[in-house]
């Protein structure tokens, strides 16, 4: 198995570890940290996408032309998942805080943030 | 496809960054709160009506191939009008509840996220403006200030966030097969496992069958004005990426079919036995959401038939002397918010002339006959729901104070519906919504009996493992359907 495959099956195998964590834990704040596991596997996912092609930065520089002229096209890193998923990670950070503030108000509630305490009994 | 520099194309960034550029404003200089959030409502509503009426069309693609691309279209125009109309109403209702800057500063935020996310045709794009909308709607459930607020608030974004890192991966396995970000690249790979991932991101979005299973509660315990927000707007910015992947691809509309029946059966099952009015509302919003997704035809006139009267019954909500259903026909309720209340109803139970007869009739023109058979069943469960509501005695003492949100939001359902009706309006299909209403009344009034008689309960769905759970189950299902030989079946007309 080529080694960018084997990763890609690991970043995968990780975002479902992190989905699944989210199912089984109980306490809120695990299932927060989960949810970021998840965060953290889709953002590596887009950094492999973006070295598929190569690792090296995609810049050419005006005045001098490739540093190397035998560097071929194909070395250069691809320059648009890294963008996009920059986006990605702002998002997710200020998602991840403001989940974590709201926590810290429900800890005065239960503070052993257990998930199904905070779920009402009543019917649909 | 024109780039940012052809003409009128700077108006239309312009427009679109307005609301942004107007929320820092308003935090800024709470004077300028009124003209502000004026202009920016009214522009979205008239571009939404502009692009109805003009229909050509225009796509702009800023920054060449890999940058935003944006479809000025039709489909679009439905959307935008909602949009203008319902945070209008909402900014009329929050004025008179004293609604602080914060407040202002997030509806213009989320007018302008949701117009983005209506207009964009990238992955990228709208990953973006959804998760948008989904902090300011979060941070809006929170003005309820209570711990139920805080939980229902934490749940949604919690729910909401995973669906979206699963739409993700569904948008990176598109750019490694595709290399490129746009729902056309996505709709013409082969349906698999990108599909499916990025399905199962919008359809939590969107609030369609198990995958909505956050939305009853998260509508019914927010504010009155921020319920009329989410369930009247915020959850067609999930719907409307997925009729512009139906126009692509009939995959697509196969996979989507049964979902989006199962959702409205759901919806109409649980809205008929809840105590709740607020949660009916709710649960009617789920049936619906599903009944929009069905057809890209009529999508459109169907998500703002129901944005409009179900926002608009949603603001009633603040003046309804108890939310539970128990006892509702003994309490009176005023004139004014009875009619805000009945013309709702009334639309969404597909009565002429208001707009949901013309958009329900589009809906079943556009279907199979079978299909069209089903949603016309379909309806006669939301007639019996509606029936509820309708029960409480009219009080005609000019007491409480107007709803105007409330009527400014059925005046269109009338205008709009007159508007589209007047040249189709036939005695088959008069005759088809007279009986479909007849059957609902008598369907409600013997369930109303059994009601009295024994307290019917349903399972309860949805605490925060439901919802969890409901994802991974839709995800798997999608799946296992594309694998299963399901789709060429379909494809090939046999449903």
């Known amino acids: ?124 | 496809m024109s780039d940012l520099w052809s003409p009128g194309s700077q108006q239309l960034v312009i427009w679109l960054l307005a609301p942004y550029i107007a929320a820092f404003l308003v935090a800024l200089l709470p004077a300028l709160c009124l003209p502000l959030i004026l202009v920016c409502v009214l522009a979205t509503a008239l571009l939404g009506a502009w692009l109805l009426l003009d229909g050509a069309g225009q796509q702009l693609l800023l920054l060449q191939q890999y940058g935003v691309s944006l479809s000025f279209d039709r489909l679009a125009g439905w959307f935008l009008l909602l949009n203008g109309l319902v945070c209008l109403a909402v900014w009329i209702e929050g004025r008179r509840q004293g609604w602080d800057r914060t407040g202002w500063l997030l509806l213009l935020v989320l007018l302008g996220a949701l117009n983005t996310s209506f207009l964009t045709t990238d992955l990228v794009s709208l990953y973006v403006s959804l998760e948008v909308v989904a902090i300011s709607a979060f941070l809006l459930i929170l003005k309820g200030r209570t711990a139920r607020a805080d939980w229902i608030a934490l749940r949604y974004l919690l729910v909401s966030n995973t669906a979206m890192g699963l739409y993700l991966i569904g948008a990176a396995l598109v750019y490694s097969q595709s290399g490129s970000f746009q729902f056309a690249a996505l709709a013409a790979l082969p349906p698999g496992a990108p599909l499916a991932l990025v399905l199962v991101g919008l359809l939590t979005k969107s609030g369609v069958f198990l995958n909505g299973l956050w939305l009853p509660r998260t509508h019914a315990e927010a504010p009155a004005e921020v319920s009329a927000l989410l369930s009247g707007v915020v959850v067609s910015a999930g719907a409307l990426p997925l009729l512009r992947l139906e126009q692509f691809s009939t995959a697509v509309i196969a996979l989507l079919t049964p979902i989006a029946l199962a959702s409205a059966a759901l919806g109409v099952v649980y809205a008929l036995v809840v105590d709740d009015a607020k949660r009916l509302l709710a649960w009617s919003t789920l049936a619906q959401m599903g009944l929009v997704i069905l057809s890209p035809a009529a999508g459109g006139a169907m998500a703002l038939s129901h944005g409009l009267a179900k926002a608009g019954l949603f603001l009633t909500a603040r003046h309804w002397p108890s939310r539970s259903l128990q006892g509702w026909s003994g309490r009176p309720l005023a004139w004014n918010l009875q009619l805000p209340l009945w013309l709702g109803a009334l639309s969404i139970a597909g009565v002429p002339p208001l707009i949901g007869f013309s958009a329900k009739k589009q809906l079943e023109t556009a279907l199979t006959p079978p299909l069209a058979w089903a949603v016309l069943l379909l309806s006669i469960g939301s007639v019996a729901l509606y029936a509820r509501l309708c029960r409480a005695p009219w009080d005609l003492s000019p007491r409480a104070p107007l709803s105007w949100g409330a009527l400014l939001l059925s005046l269109p359902l009338l205008i709009t519906g007159v508007a589209f009706s007047a040249g189709g309006l036939t005695a088959d299909g008069l005759l088809k919504s007279v009986t479909v209403l007849l059957l609902g009344v008598v369907l409600d009034q013997s369930l109303e009996r059994l009601r009295w008689r024994e307290r019917i309960s349903l399972p309860q769905l949805d605490r925060l493992p439901d919802l969890l759970g409901g994802l991974g189950l839709i995800g798997a299902g999608l799946v296992v359907a594309i694998r299963s030989g399901f789709l060429p079946l379909v494809t090939e007309g046999a449903l």
Do not use: C, H, Y
Not at chain 1, 1 to 19: D, K, Q, V, Y
Not at chain 1, 82 to 103: F, K, R
Not at chain 1, 106 to 113: E, K, M, T, W, Y
């Open chain 1, 1 to 124: 198995m080529p080694a960018i495959r084997l990763l890609e099956l690991l970043i995968l195998l990780a975002a479902l570890a992190g989905f699944t964590g989210l199912l089984l834990r109980r306490n809120l704040f695990l299932k927060v940290l989960a949810m970021d596991v998840t965060g953290s596997a889709v953002v590596a996912l887009f950094v492999l996408l973006g070295a598929r092609s190569g690792l090296r930065t995609p810049i050419l520089s005006r005045l001098t032309g490739p540093a190397d002229p035998g560097l071929a096209i194909a070395d250069l890193a691809d320059p648009i998942p890294q963008a996009v998923i920059l986006t990605a990670i702002v998002i997710g950070l200020s998602i991840q805080a403001l989940l974590l503030v709201v926590i810290t108000q429900l800890a005065r509630i239960d503070p052993s943030l257990d998930a199904s305490s905070f779920d009402p009994p009543d019917r649909p």
